[in-house]
């Protein structure tokens, strides 16, 4: 049986990315910090919706 460790460019110990590790650590990096604000966006979004159905519904309560 060949084991072929090279198919299309692709080996298990670098990928298919052929640049230095740091540039792939910087994307990596980039990549975290836009998720943990796109989370934070999220959350701070659904705070923000909540507390507006909250005083709405408070508002309406108050009316009757």
């Given at each position: 049986m060949i084991m072929n460790n090279e198919l299309y460019n692709w080996t298990?110990?670098?990928g298919d990315y052929h640049r230095?590790?740091?540039?792939?650590?910087?994307?990596y990096q980039r990549g975290k910090k836009r998720d943990k604000l796109f989370r934070a966006l999220?959350?701070?979004?659904?705070?923000?919706?909540?507390?507006?159905?909250f005083f709405k519904v408070l508002?309406?309560?108050?009316?009757k």
């Open positions: 298990i110990s670098h230095q590790h740091g540039d792939y650590d910087k994307l999220l959350w701070l979004g659904a705070a923000f919706v909540t507390y507006i159905v508002a309406y309560a108050a009316g």
